[in-house]
Nanobody
Framework: QVQLVESGGGLVQAGGSLRLSCVDS????????MGWFRQAPGKEREFAAA????????DYADSVKGRFTISRDNDKNTMYLQMNSLKPEDTGVYYC????????????WGQGTQVTVSS
């Protein structure tokens, strides 16, 4: 079965950092753009960041630009999201997404990992 598994979420104080990981199994990883989306309780899921198949191009939502960095290691079928200068409004469930085009998910989602930023 296809598996898309996130890890690295947790509780962090405002101003702190966290690194999320996403491991894909069952697909030709390097051919597809991937990304991160997030959802706060009671709100719609929103785009955070995306990265092209070869890692050469990235895209960030204005809300995270300058603070978050997306990267990937295709030899390990792994994507990362380094989150710095975290704010309480960054709190939510973060989802790894396979095959991202135009800030929309064409492929599939991971199970999500909780990120909580305390004030």
């Amino acid at each position: 079965q296809v598996q898309l598994v996130e890890s690295g979420g947790g509780l962090v104080q405002a101003g702190g950092s966290l690194r999320l990981s996403c491991v894909d199994s069952g697909r030709t990883f390097r051919y597809y753009a991937m990304g991160w989306f997030r959802q706060a309780p009671g709100k719609e899921r929103e785009f955070a960041a995306a990265i092209s198949g070869n890692g050469g191009n990235t895209d960030y939502a204005d809300s995270v630009k300058g603070r978050f960095t997306i990267s990937r290691d295709n030899d390990k079928n792994t994507m990362y999201l380094q989150m710095n200068s975290l704010k309480p409004e960054d709190t939510g469930v973060y989802y790894c997404a396979f095959d991202v085009r135009g800030r929309k998910v064409i492929g599939s989602w991971g199970q999500g990992t909780q990120v909580t930023v305390s004030s």
